[in-house]
């Protein structure tokens, strides 16, 4: 049985990446032309085409998407969500369903795959971690980016996490930027996509359900530089506390 189950695992990943890039190849043009547009259009119009594709391609990869707390976003207020990293899914999962436009904080690697690197630049922020310069000049772009009325969408674990905690220790960027705007957080955890596309496993995938639940947010409102580390550790509990206590359901 275990032979059967790697052996279509590797069966469908292929399926699954053709169904990719055969959409993306559908969608590119349009993501293309969007990509010329000023801020903040080009986020607005970029979110309806991601929400879309993804829609569409999620559930065709038998990997539907169930959000819920899609209503502890309000009107007119703009979010630093932060998210659980467990998988290469969880960016397609997350940023589409984010109500609202939002921008994610992506290496520059990425941005320089033929084709999909496109799409990658157009909707992220890019930085060179080995560069100080680029990760001081993201920090502005965050910034930026909140001030135009976009959500910020990070992954404070910085990487997919391989360990066996819930999650991995959260770095400071998500807090320092969500302080100095003034900003609340949303936490929001991603539940299954470490079991789609395990760590440990290469070339190989299996389809199940997605949830991603977003929790009440969490102000930051007269906080200082000098609240981050406890910010930090109160949101890492909040998430991680969650996602121990939710693992297992279906909804």
């Not at 959409?23 to 590119?28: A, C, P, R």
């Not at 290496?107 to 690197?117: D, W, Y």
């Not at 990658?120 to 971690?129: A, F, H």
């Not at 550790?233 to 297992?248: C, D, F, G, K, L």
Request: glycine share 6%; with cysteine; net charge positive.
């Amino acid at each position: 049985m275990k032979a059967v189950k790697n052996i279509l695992g590797h069966i469908f990943i292929v399926y699954a990446m053709i169904i990719f890039i055969i959409t993306m190849l559908i969608v590119f043009i349009p993501i293309w032309i969007i990509s010329y547009t000023p801020e903040p259009f080009r986020a607005r119009a970029l979110h309806i085409v991601f929400r879309v594709w993804m829609g569409i391609y999620m559930p065709l990869m038998l990997c539907p998407v169930f959000r819920k707390g899609k209503k502890n976003f309000k009107k007119g207020e703009r979010y630093v969500v932060v998210i659980n990293h467990n998988s290469l899914a969880d960016i397609p999962v997350s940023s589409p369903w984010i109500p609202g436009p939002n921008k994610t904080l992506a290496k520059v690697e990425m941005s320089k795959i033929p084709l999909f690197g496109v799409i990658y630049k157009c909707g992220s922020i890019i930085v060179d971690r080995k560069n100080e310069n680029s990760r001081r000049e993201s920090f502005t772009k965050m910034q930026e980016t909140l001030n135009m009325g976009i959500h910020l969408c990070l992954y404070p674990e910085g990487t997919r996490n391989k360990t066996s905690q819930p999650m991995q220790p959260f770095f400071d960027g998500a807090f320092v930027t969500a302080v100095k705007a003034q900003k609340p957080i949303m936490p929001g955890v991603i539940f299954n996509t470490g079991k789609i596309l395990p760590y440990y496993k290469k070339f190989w995938a299996l389809p199940m359900p997605v949830r991603i639940h977003f929790l009440e947010p969490i102000p930051t409102e007269g906080l200082t530089l000098n609240d981050v580390p406890a910010l930090k550790e109160r949101v890492h509990n909040i998430m991680s506390t969650y996602y121990v206590a939710n693992q297992n359901r279906k909804a």
